[in-house]
C-alpha cells in the first residue's frame, strides 16, 4: 500500500512540473544479511556460495531452512 502510494505521489509530481526525486537508504546487512555484502561473515555463520542459489544456503530464507533450531542464536550473533 504505502508504495501504491508513493507511486502515484511521483506521478502526480511529475505531471504538476515538480521534481519527482526518490532518495533512500541501503539497508542491506544491518536489517537483512545480504551474503553478497559479507561474504566471510555469511561464510562463517554457516552459509553457501553457490552457482544454483535453490541448491545451497544462499539467502536468510534457505539459511533457517538449514538451521531452524540455532538460526535465532547465530544471527543474534551477526546483529
Not at 16 to 38: F, R, T
Not at 48 to 71: H, L, R, W
Request: net charge negative.
Amino acid at each position: 500500500l504505502a508504495g501504491l502510494v508513493l507511486s502515484s505521489t511521483l506521478v502526480a509530481r511529475a505531471w504538476a512540473g515538480q521534481p519527482a526525486h526518490i532518495h533512500g537508504v541501503n539497508l542491506g546487512s544491518w536489517l537483512v544479511l545480504e551474503p553478497w555484502m559479507l561474504p566471510q561473515e555469511w561464510s562463517n555463520m554457516g552459509g553457501q556460495d553457490c552457482e544454483v542459489c535453490s541448491t545451497c544456503i544462499a539467502s536468510e530464507s534457505s539459511f533457517a531452512k538449514a538451521y531452524p533450531d540455532t538460526v535465532d542464536t547465530i544471527f543474534a550473533k551477526h546483529w
